[in-house]
């Protein structure tokens, strides 16, 4: 069986763990797409996992600041598929967290 992956150099500028990403030497599946990666032993997800999360959080605090620019409060992001995504690394995060 043949695994192909892409390797990464580490994102200038960013600091790591990166929601649930750090670069490594270690072949890793990610927890949320199912994946192979190269990343730290200790990574729950491949970068692509971690930057969706990243989107996903920055897009819950832009509705999070118009609703509360209107008086209101947003409880959640109206896409669902890049809020599952959080959802799922949170929950491995705080499995993670534990140990």
């Not at 043949?2 to 600091?15: Q, S």
């Not at 729950?44 to 409060?73: H, N, Y």
């Amino acid at each position: 069986m043949t695994i192909h992956w892409k390797e990464r150099d580490p994102t200038p500028g960013r600091t790591y763990p990166f929601h649930g990403y750090a670069p490594g030497n270690y072949l890793c599946a990610c927890d949320v797409c199912g994946s192979r990666y190269i990343g730290d032993k200790r990574s729950l997800c491949c970068e692509d996992c971690a930057e969706t999360r990243e989107e996903a959080i920055k897009r819950q605090q832009q509705c999070d600041r118009a609703a509360m620019m209107d008086g209101g409060f947003v409880d959640e992001v109206d896409e669902p598929a890049a809020s599952d995504v959080a959802a799922v690394i949170d929950d491995f995060s705080a499995k993670w967290s534990r140990t």
